[in-house]
C-alpha cells in the first residue's frame, strides 16, 4: 500500500457530523508534501512531523523540524470531519493558524481552523466537504511553480532579465533575475534573496519587491543595480522541506561552498557572487509557527567586521534606518560558517543576514514590510560612495593590520564562551 493510497477507515458517528461509513484518503504525493510516520484510530488521524537533519554548525543547533504539508481526500457524498492530532514535544511552538488550500498548486491561505495544545502536541478538526479534496499546512505554503510562472511572466514581457547561475542536485534550474541587462560596474548592486527555508512562505517579499521596482519604485534602477534570488533552494520545495537541499545540507547556516556534489546550490551561488559581488545583500526569512515568542527585524552585523571605515559607516547608518521600523526587532548575528558572513570576508559585502518577517502579522504585513525594508536601504544608501567598497575585478581584500586584529579578536570574543559551553556538555 502506497502512503498516498493509505485510507483512512471511518468508523460511524465517531463525530456528530458523521452519519455513514466512508473512506477519507490521506494525500502526500505532491510537491512540497511533508509527514513523518501517521496512524488513524476512527476518525483522528495522528501524524509525526518529518524529520530533516538538525544544523549543528558554529557551535550551535538549529531544528527546523516544524513544519507539515498534507491533502485529504473525501470520497463520499457526505461532509466530514477528520481530527487531526500533530505529535511534538513540548519544547516546539503551537501554530496559530491551520493554512489550507483546495489545490496543492496554490498557495495556501490561512483559515479559520482552531488550534489547541493537547498531551501529544497539537490537535485542529477540519471539515471535508463532500467528494473534494483539502490541503492543509502551518505554514503559509508557496509552491514552486506558482513563483516560477510569476517570474516567468515578468521576464517574458522583458521587464526583467533571467540568469541561470547553476543547478540544483535535482537538476532545476537555479535562478538570478536581473533588472538591467548589462552589470553597470559604476551602480552599487544590492541583490535581494528568499526560499532557502522553503517552508517559511518567505518568498513573498521578493515577489512585493520585484512588483514594487517594476512600478512606483522604478526611478531606483537608474541609481542602483538590482539582483533578485527568489528561489534560493528550489530542491526543497519539491520534497516538502523545511529548512534542507536535498542532501540535507541547511546552506544557510551551513553554507558549503566547495562542496558541489552535497550542495550545488551553495556552489553555483558562490560562483555567481563571485562575478558580481553585490554591494548589499539581504535574504528574506520569515517566522511561522514561533508566534509572539518572536519578533520581525534584521539580522545585523557588528561593523568591526566590515573593512574601511567608510564601510562601516554605511552599514550602521543602514542598520540604523532598518531598526527605526515600528515594533520591529533586531538582532545580532555572527555565523563564519553562514553565507552573508562568507560575503563580507570574502567581497565586503553589506549584509543583512536575515531580514525575518512573521506570518502572523498576515499576508498584507509581509508584503509591504518586505518593500519597506528595501525602500529604506536605498533611501539611505543614496549620496553614499560605495566606489572602494568592493574591489573590481574581485580579488583579495586588503584589510590593514588594526582591521585584521580587531575582527579576530571580535569572532574569538562571540564564540568564547560557546566554545566553552560546549567543552563542558561533552565532560
Ligand atoms: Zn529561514
Same mark, same amino acid.
Given at each position: 500500500?502506497t502512503?498516498?493510497h493509505?485510507?483512512?477507515?471511518?468508523?460511524v458517528?465517531?463525530?456528530?457530523?458523521?452519519?455513514s461509513n466512508t473512506?477519507?484518503?490521506l494525500?502526500?504525493?505532491?510537491?512540497?508534501?511533508?509527514?513523518?510516520a501517521?496512524s /488513524? /484510530?476512527g476518525?483522528?488521524?495522528t501524524?509525526?512531523?518529518?524529520?530533516?537533519p538538525?544544523?549543528?554548525?558554529d557551535y550551535?543547533?538549529?531544528?527546523?523540524?516544524?513544519?507539515?504539508?498534507?491533502?485529504?481526500?473525501?470520497?463520499?457524498?457526505?461532509?466530514?470531519?477528520?481530527?487531526?492530532?500533530?505529535?511534538?514535544t513540548?519544547?516546539?511552538?503551537?501554530?496559530?493558524?491551520i493554512?489550507?488550500?483546495?489545490s496543492?498548486?496554490?498557495?495556501?491561505? /490561512?483559515?479559520?481552523?482552531?488550534?489547541?495544545?493537547?498531551?501529544?502536541?497539537?490537535?485542529?478538526?477540519?471539515?471535508?466537504?463532500p467528494?473534494?479534496?483539502?490541503y492543509?499546512?502551518?505554514?503559509m505554503?508557496?509552491?514552486?511553480?506558482?513563483?516560477?510562472?510569476?517570474f516567468d511572466?515578468y521576464?517574458?514581457?522583458?521587464y526583467?532579465?533571467?540568469?541561470?547561475?547553476?543547478?540544483?542536485?535535482?537538476?532545476h534550474?537555479?535562478?538570478a533575475?536581473?533588472?538591467?541587462s548589462?552589470?553597470?560596474?559604476k551602480?552599487?548592486?544590492?541583490c535581494?534573496?528568499?526560499?532557502?527555508?522553503?517552508?517559511e512562505?518567505?518568498?513573498?517579499?521578493?515577489?512585493?519587491?520585484?512588483?514594487w521596482l517594476l512600478?512606483?519604485g522604478?526611478?531606483?534602477?537608474?541609481?542602483?543595480d538590482?539582483m533578485?534570488i527568489?528561489?534560493?533552494?528550489?530542491?526543497g520545495f519539491?520534497?516538502?522541506?523545511?529548512?534542507?537541499?536535498?542532501?540535507?545540507?541547511?546552506?544557510?547556516?551551513?553554507f558549503?561552498k566547495?562542496?558541489?556534489?552535497?550542495?550545488?546550490e551553495?556552489?553555483?551561488?558562490?560562483?555567481?557572487?563571485?562575478?558580481?559581488?553585490?554591494?548589499?545583500?539581504?535574504?528574506?526569512?520569515?517566522?511561522t509557527?514561533?508566534?509572539?515568542?518572536?519578533?520581525?527585524?534584521?539580522y545585523?552585523k557588528?561593523?568591526v567586521?566590515?573593512?574601511?571605515?567608510?564601510?562601516?559607516?554605511?552599514?550602521?547608518?543602514?542598520?540604523?534606518?532598518l531598526e527605526?521600523?515600528?515594533?520591529?526587532r533586531?538582532?545580532i548575528?555572527?555565523?563564519?560558517?553562514?553565507?552573508?558572513?562568507?560575503m563580507?570576508?570574502?567581497?565586503?559585502?553589506?549584509?543583512?543576514?536575515?531580514?525575518?518577517?512573521?506570518?502572523?502579522?498576515?499576508?498584507?504585513?509581509?508584503r509591504d514590510?518586505?518593500?519597506e525594508?528595501i525602500?529604506?536601504i536605498?533611501?539611505?544608501?543614496?549620496g553614499?560612495?560605495?566606489?572602494?567598497?568592493?574591489?573590481?575585478?574581485?580579488?583579495p581584500?586588503?584589510?590593514?593590520?588594526?582591521e585584521?586584529?580587531?575582527?579576530?579578536?571580535?569572532?574569538?570574543?562571540y564564540?568564547?564562551?560557546?566554545?566553552l559551553?560546549?567543552?563542558?556538555?561533552?565532560?
Open positions: 500500500m502512503k498516498s493509505y485510507l483512512l477507515n471511518i468508523l458517528n465517531a463525530l456528530p457530523m458523521l452519519s473512506n477519507i484518503e494525500l502526500v504525493d505532491y510537491d512540497g508534501a511533508s509527514l513523518g501517521y /488513524e /484510530e476518525t483522528s488521524l501524524c509525526a512531523l518529518s524529520e530533516e538538525l544544523v549543528d554548525i550551535e543547533i538549529h531544528d527546523y523540524n516544524l513544519h507539515f504539508n498534507f491533502g485529504l481526500s473525501n470520497h463520499s457524498e457526505e461532509h466530514k470531519q477528520i481530527k487531526v492530532i500533530i505529535q511534538q513540548d519544547k516546539k511552538p503551537i501554530p496559530d493558524a493554512w489550507s488550500s483546495t496543492p498548486s496554490n498557495c495556501f491561505l /490561512e483559515s479559520k481552523v482552531e488550534v489547541t495544545k493537547c498531551p501529544a502536541g497539537y490537535a485542529f478538526t477540519v471539515d471535508l466537504p467528494m473534494s479534496k483539502r492543509f499546512s502551518n505554514t505554503w508557496k509552491p514552486l511553480k506558482n513563483i516560477t510562472l510569476k511572466e521576464v517574458k514581457s522583458n526583467i532579465h533571467k540568469l541561470n547561475y547553476g543547478k540544483s542536485v535535482l537538476g534550474d537555479l535562478n533575475f536581473t533588472l538591467y548589462k552589470r553597470n560596474e551602480l552599487p548592486l544590492i535581494i534573496s528568499s526560499g532557502i527555508h522553503p517552508a512562505g518567505d518568498t513573498i517579499s521578493t515577489v512585493a519587491i520585484t512588483e512600478n512606483e522604478n526611478h531606483h534602477n537608474s541609481a542602483f538590482f533578485i527568489p528561489v534560493l533552494n528550489p530542491d519539491i520534497s516538502g522541506k523545511n529548512g534542507c537541499n536535498h542532501n540535507g545540507v541547511n546552506f544557510f547556516w551551513d558549503q566547495y562542496n558541489i556534489q552535497a550542495c550545488p551553495a556552489h553555483y551561488l558562490w560562483n555567481l557572487f563571485q562575478t558580481s559581488p553585490p554591494n548589499i545583500y539581504i535574504d528574506f526569512h520569515s517566522y509557527t514561533q508566534g509572539q515568542s518572536k519578533q520581525f527585524g534584521p545585523l557588528n561593523p567586521l566590515y573593512t574601511s571605515k567608510n564601510t562601516r559607516h554605511i552599514s550602521l547608518e543602514l542598520s540604523k534606518e527605526k521600523i515600528p515594533n520591529s533586531s538582532q548575528l555572527l555565523s563564519p560558517a553562514s553565507l552573508p558572513y562568507n563580507t570576508k570574502e567581497f565586503n559585502t553589506i549584509t543583512f543576514a536575515k531580514y525575518h518577517l512573521h506570518q502572523g502579522y498576515g499576508i498584507n504585513h509581509m514590510l518586505s518593500v525594508v525602500e529604506k536605498i533611501k539611505s544608501s543614496y553614499c560612495d560605495f566606489t572602494t567598497q568592493i574591489l573590481q575585478p574581485y580579488g581584500l586588503k584589510r590593514t593590520f588594526n585584521i586584529i580587531k575582527q579576530t579578536l571580535y569572532v574569538q570574543r564564540y568564547l564562551p560557546k566554545k559551553k560546549r567543552l563542558l556538555e561533552k565532560h
